[in-house]
C-alpha cells in the first residue's frame, strides 16, 4: 500500500468478502488473484464475492499471476471479456504479473496506477488496452500488425503469386467464394461458379435457405455470400 500511495494514491485495503464496504462508484486495483487460485477448487462464495465488487466499483484493474496453475489466471481474463462485451460502458483491465522478468514493486504500483487512471479517463471514443503483461517493468499488450516486407519474403520463397484481382462484385456471373487457405479468413476470395447452371445430378437436391444459424467469426464471411449471389 505504500507503494500505491507514493503514486498519489489514498489506498483503503478491503478483503475479499467485504466488498460491500467499497464506497459506490471506487475504484479498484485488486491483487486477490496474485495466486492464481480465485476460481480454482473454490465454492460459490467467492463468485458472489465478486459479483458484490463488479457491481460497486466504476472502474478495476485486475492484477493476477499464474503461481499455482498454470493457466488458471484465464479463467478471470474470459470472465472480465464478458463482462465488457455484455455492457460496452464497464471499466475493466486485466494485468497478469510475468515473475520470470522482475519487475519492482514502486515500477508495478506506478503502471497499475497508470492503467487505472487510463480506465477512469476512457471513453468509448477513446479505447485502452484492456489486457496486458507486466514483464520486465513494462506492460506488453497482445497485437498482430502486418510485416509486409516478412510476408513478401515469404511468398517469394515459397512461390506463391498472388493472381486474385478486386473486380466489382454484380458484374461477375454465378460466383462462389473459396479460401485460399482453409480455415484462415483473410485468404476468403471469389470465383466463378462453372456450376451453377449445369442440372442437377439424378441424387443431388437443391436447398433454398431460409435461416440458419451464425458464429460471430463466420457471419461476415456469409454477409458476403449473400450479397453475392443476390448481384448474380
Not at 8 to 30: C, D, M, R, T
Not at 37 to 42: L, N, S
Not at 78 to 102: C, H, M, P, Q, W
Not at 198 to 208: Q, S, T
Amino acid at each position: 500500500m505504500n507503494f500505491l500511495a507514493q503514486q498519489g494514491v489514498n489506498a483503503i485495503p478491503i478483503e475479499l468478502f467485504s466488498g460491500h464496504e467499497i464506497p459506490k462508484s471506487a475504484s479498484v486495483i485488486s491483487f486477490v488473484d496474485l495466486n492464481g487460485t480465485m476460481f480454482t477448487c473454490r465454492d460459490e462464495s467467492y463468485f458472489k464475492a465478486l459479483q458484490v465488487i463488479i457491481s460497486i466499483v466504476s472502474a478495476m484493474v485486475w492484477v493476477a499471476a499464474d503461481l499455482s496453475i498454470p493457466g488458471e489466471s484465464s479463467i478471470m481474463k474470459g470472465f472480465l471479456r464478458s463482462i465488457v462485451t455484455e455492457n460496452v460502458l464497464s471499466k475493466y483491465a486485466f494485468v497478469e504479473l510475468d515473475y520470470s522478468d522482475y519487475t519492482s514493486q514502486e515500477r508495478a504500483a506506478e503502471l497499475l496506477v497508470h492503467k487505472l487512471n487510463e480506465l477512469q479517463e476512457s471513453t468509448p471514443s477513446r479505447l485502452v488496452d484492456l489486457e496486458s503483461v507486466l514483464r520486465g517493468g513494462t506492460l506488453h499488450v497482445e497485437r498482430l500488425v502486418p510485416a509486409e516486407s516478412l510476408n513478401e519474403q515469404f511468398s517469394l520463397r515459397n512461390g506463391f503469386e498472388d493472381d486474385v484481382q478486386e473486380r466489382p462484385i454484380g458484374a461477375q456471373g454465378p460466383i462462389m467464394a473459396r479460401y485460399r487457405q482453409p480455415g484462415v479468413l483473410s485468404s476468403l476470395y471469389f470465383t466463378s461458379d462453372l456450376d451453377f447452371s449445369r442440372p442437377l445430378d439424378h441424387d443431388w437436391v437443391e436447398i433454398k435457405t431460409e435461416a440458419i444459424g451464425l458464429n460471430m467469426k463466420v457471419r461476415f464471411v456469409v454477409a458476403l455470400v449473400f450479397y453475392a449471389l443476390a448481384n448474380c
